[in-house]
């Protein structure tokens, strides 16, 4: 496809087209070799990858981003990608922040004090299965199946898709309406997923990349 053709094959995707949306995420996101490697180089874990893989195809899907068809539909895909994991980074990080303990000791018959992440201690494994289960009680079905094979299970999204032979994009939908669901119970912010804006400056660079890539 040129570049028109594939602004009109994104918007069809985001119209809601199965088959442009199958294709869309299969060719661009899955298969793409610069967006597998762009995950593997900035993300450590296979399952945040995968997360962050489904969560930039979501955003994609639902932000009706600009794109003209000025360059690349691939290229602009890595951008989304690249702003999906900067917004996973500032994510942890803020987490991070917020789950600190502070321990007293003693050294040299001085009292010191230092903090150090919750995470270090394993706090959070305590009563994990009866905390999962009342978690996945709030959740209402077919949410609550595909965030428990997830999550309990730590199944990909693809055994997801097999274990209930349902499209592997609902099921990534499913598991993201979830997490919105966890996170207005507790309390905590429910963003949807950030519209792709590619200002100027970005926009010629995108172009650059756009003949160097290959796919």
Not at 36 to 47: C, D, F, M, N
Not at 91 to 108: A, G, I, Q, W, Y
Request: glycine residues 6%; without cysteine; proline residues 5%.
């Amino acid at each position: 496809m040129d570049s028109q053709e594939e602004a009109e094959f994104l918007r069809k995707a985001q119209g809601g087209s199965a088959e442009a949306r199958d294709q869309l995420y299969s060719q661009y996101f899955a298969q793409s070799k610069t967006v597998q490697g762009l995950l593997t180089r900035e993300v450590p874990i296979p399952e945040d990858r995968e997360d962050i893989l489904h969560d930039a195809y979501l955003s994609l899907i639902r932000s009706k981003g600009e794109f003209r068809g000025d360059a690349k539909l691939q290229t602009f895909v890595y951008r989304v990608v690249q702003i999906a994991i900067l917004q996973k980074l500032r994510s942890d990080r803020s987490r991070r922040r917020d789950k600190m303990v502070r321990l007293t000791f003693e050294v040299d018959g001085e009292e010191r004090e230092r903090s150090l992440p919750v995470e270090d201690f394993g706090f959070e494994t305590v009563n994990a299965t009866l905390a999962a289960e009342k978690l996945l009680k709030i959740l209402p079905e077919p949410l609550r199946t595909a965030f428990r094979l997830r999550v309990t299970d730590e199944l990909s999204y693809d055994e997801i898709a097999r274990r209930t032979q349902t499209p592997i994009n609902t099921v990534a939908t499913r598991i993201f309406k979830a997490r919105g669901i966890l996170a207005r119970v507790f309390g905590g912010p429910v963003l949807p997923p950030e519209p792709v804006r590619i200002d100027s400056k970005l926009r010629a660079q995108r172009n650059e990349q756009g003949k160097a890539t290959n796919e």
